[in-house]
Every structure is written in structure tokens, then in C-alpha cells.
């Protein structure tokens, strides 16, 4: 499934689009699990260990802007992962031993679907090497007009940028100033439902809001190799063995000469990306109007 060009073309710009990865019965059950979610939010009004909501979410109008860790919520989007395919890609990239890290779906409604300011997931889960990447599931069609992910071509073998805000504490988010060259060269990553991108740990990359009538929807992984270990420590060594996708089980930890800035102290508003940026001073993105 993957050429020697698409692993030559990730390693010069850390990232790329292979279309066609699901077939239509398994996009079809993943979008009706991901209503049928949306329809259980209208029975709350703040967010849980499964739902960030929207700002202007009400239980009468769930408005959902993630689904944590899906994973764990519905065997079918844990089952995407566990793809012969999806699994030698990741071999491909990342070497035989691959861990899961975490998953999320992160939903653009139409017309109100949240941005994701810049930055580099990173900064969020430094390790002691940067062979980690994340997948993006497209669950829907995705073009410029549904808040596709940018990500720059080449930032990950670039500077780890400042994730924090002016009160010292990790905010999620990098000052737009500090990227507006590297912004102006973002490539979308547009495609077909069905379609995966691989983007490396340190690429640059945001999202902007959904100004269509259509949704985007894009489930997404973030794993690890093997002997890349958390420099947050492991808390509970079974449970992080239990995530492993490919290959034993391993002690051995490979250093590599890696920039780090340590995601501390933490974000004052925890649970999410979008909960971490509300610190952020600026923002590069045009935010939704209030409904
Ligand atoms: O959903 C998006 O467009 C961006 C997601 C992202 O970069 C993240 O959650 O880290």
C-alpha cells in the first residue's frame, strides 16, 4: 500500500495523504457511530471524560467538537487501527514495535466547527525520540472550505516553537507572529473520505473554522515507536504495554538528539486542545460567531 516514494516524500516533509484506506461499509458505520454519540450529548451540559463541546452547545442542540479517546468508546474506531494496512504503514514509517498513544474526534459542524490554532503535538508529549506521528482519518470529504488540517511541509525538522503564554504556563498554542512565514506555506490536507494522513510529531500544522454547509469530521491517532518512551514517565507499565500495536514489549529506551520544551506548568484549562488555546493571547484563526 505504501510506496518507497510516500516514505521518501514523509521523511522530507513530514507528511503525507494516502487516499483510499477505508472502504464504504466501514465509513458508513464509523459515521453513524459518530451520530449516534452526537445524539447521546444531549444529555449533557459541560464537558465529560467522552465530549468536548462547542462554546454553544445546549443539550437541546448538542454541539460536539470532540469525542475523547474513541478508542475506547466504540470497538469500530478501534478497529481502524488494527488494519493489516494501517499497521504496515505505521511499521513503515515508524520501525516494527508501535505503540498507540491516544485517539480523538475532532468535529467541524458546519458552519460553526471550532480552529485549531498552530502548533506541534510535540509539544504536548515530548519523548526521549521524535519517531511518532499522527493519523488523520478523514470521515468526511474534505476540501479548503471545510477546515481541513494545514500542516507546513518540513517543520518537523525544524525548532520546537514556544507553546506558552505570557502568565509562563503551557497555553497549547504558538503566537501567530512567531509562525507567519511558515503559516503562508501550510498545505491543506484535502482528499475523499476514507483517505489517512501521516504527519510527524514535530510538523507545524492548525485548522481553521468550517465556513461550509458540510461537516469535517477527522478521527485521529497519535503512536509512537516502540522504544520512544513518554518524558513524562509511565505511570502504570502494564497499562502502557497493553497499547502496544506491533512488536514486544521493550525496557530499552533510544535517545536521540532531540529540541524539548517541557509542556510545564500546565495549561490552566485542562481536557483538550481547544481548552488548553482559550489561554493563548492572539489567534491566527477567525473564531465562530456566537449562535
Ligand atoms: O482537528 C483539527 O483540525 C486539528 C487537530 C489537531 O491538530 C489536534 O487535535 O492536535
Known sequence: MLTEQHVAVYRRDGV?????????STLLELRETTAA???GAA???AHTDIYDLEPSHTPDAPRVRRIKAPHKVHPAFAAVLRRPAVLDILRALLGSGVRLLGSKLNMKSARFG???EWHQDWAFYPHTNDDLL?????LDDTDLANGPLLVVPGS???KVFNHHGADGRFCGAIDPADVAEEA???VPLTGTAGAMSFHHVRALHGSALNTSDRSRNLLLFEVAASDAWPLAGVADFDEFNSRLLSGPPTVVARMAQVPVRMPLPPALRQGSIYENQTAAARGYFARPVAA
Open 114 to 116: 471550532s480552529p485549531v
Open 184 to 186: 503562508a506555506r501550510a
Open 134 to 138: 499522527a493519523i488523520g482519518v478523514l
Open 43 to 45: 444529555q449533557v451540559s
Open 16 to 24: 503525507i495523504v494516502v487516499p483510499g484506506l477505508l472502504d464504504a
Open 37 to 39: 454519540l452526537v445524539r
Open 156 to 158: 518537523h525538522t525544524g
